[in-house]
C-alpha cells in the first residue's frame, strides 16, 4: 500500500509511534522516526520538535514526505490562551 512512499513518524522512539512507524514499514514505505530521544538508527532523528526550525531541520534530513505522523507531544496543564511558545 506504500512502497516507496517517504512517512516521517514524531513520537517514533517508543509506544504509539513506534508502533505506527513499524506498521508503515511493514508496508513498504521509508519510515523516518524522531523524537528527542537517540536512537541507534540511520533514519532517526533526534531533535526537539517544540524548537523553532526544527520542521526546516526535519525536512532537510529526510528530504519531501508523502505522510507525516505528528505524534509528539507532551502533557502540560494550561489552558489554550494561556500557553504560549515557550511552554
Known sequence: ???GRNVLVTGGAS???QATA???RGEGANVWTASLE????????????SARGSA???LDQTG?????????GIAQPAGLFETTPEN
Do not use: E, K, S
Open 1 to 3: 500500500l506504500f512502497p
Open 15 to 17: 509506544g504509539i509511534g
Open 22 to 24: 513499524n506498521i508503515f
Open 38 to 49: 537517540a536512537l541507534d538508527n540511520p533514519q532517526h532523528i533526534a531533535l526537539d520538535l
Open 56 to 58: 526546516a531541520q526535519l
Open 64 to 72: 519531501p514526505l508523502d505522510v507525516a505522523i505528528l505524534n509528539a
